[in-house]
Each structure stands twice: as structure tokens, then as C-alpha cells.
Nanobody, 124 residues
Framework: QVQLVESGGGLVQAGGSLRLSCVAS????????MGWFRQAPGKDREFVAA????????SYVDSVKDRFTISRDNAKNTVYLQMNSLKPGDTAVYYC?????????????????WGQGTQVTVSS
């Protein structure tokens, strides 16, 4: 049974930083990409970032480029999302997801496994 557990969310002022973590368990995650999505109240779930198993390739939504960094530690089965220069518009529940793929996937429907989410609130 694959399990993803996110942590690191919280309340931060605009311009601040947070680092989200997602620990995966339940199987070997070789060749599994990891992704971060977010969902604000009343909005659809939105792709934020994704990373290949090797960490050699990443993808970001334009609105977070140069502010967010995705990384992973395969020895710990953990993916991170470092979020800097946070804005009120970044407020959302953040989810990690994983899928076996050699391609970076940006659609939520392409991911099979999901965490429960962690709330990020950015105050102005």
C-alpha cells in the first residue's frame, strides 16, 4: 500500500519561506516521478512542480518559477518543495503525488497516488 505523507505547511507572511516535505512508503519508487499540486478554495487542483526519479529533470508552473524549488532524496523516499518569496496567491492545500513514469507529468489525472495534503497560508 503506497502512502504519501506531507508536512511543513503553516502560516507565513508574504515574502517568507516554507519547505514542504513528502515521505513515500509502501513500495520501491525507482522510476517514479514525484509531483506537487495545490488547490485553493473554490478552484481546481493546480500543478506546481514535478521531478524525475533521478532528479535530473524538473518542471514548474510559470507562476512559481524562480521562487519554488523541487528536490528529492531517494535514500529517504522524500521529496521537498522549497517555497521562497511567498505571496498570498500561493495560499492553498498542497498535495504530493507519485506515478511510475519516465516523463514529467503535469495533469493531476495522470497520478495514481496522493497524499492527504498540507495547508499553506500566506498573509499579506
Amino acid at each position: 500500500q503506497v502512502q504519501l505523507v506531507e508536512s511543513g505547511g503553516g502560516l507565513v507572511q508574504a515574502g517568507g519561506s516554507l519547505r514542504l516535505s513528502c515521505v513515500a512508503s509502501g513500495r520501491t519508487f525507482s522510476n517514479y516521478i514525484m509531483g506537487w499540486f495545490r488547490q485553493a478554495p473554490g478552484k481546481d487542483r493546480e500543478f506546481v512542480a514535478a521531478i524525475t526519479w533521478s532528479g535530473g529533470r524538473t518542471s514548474y508552473v510559470d507562476s512559481v518559477k524562480d521562487r519554488f524549488t523541487i528536490s528529492r532524496d531517494n535514500a529517504k523516499n522524500t521529496v521537498y518543495l522549497q517555497m521562497n518569496s511567498l505571496k498570498p496567491g500561493d495560499t492553498a492545500v498542497y498535495y504530493c503525488a507519485t506515478e511510475r513514469s519516465f516523463r514529467l507529468l503535469v495533469r493531476s489525472q495522470d497520478y495514481e497516488y496522493w497524499g492527504q495534503g498540507t495547508q499553506v497560508t500566506v498573509s499579506s
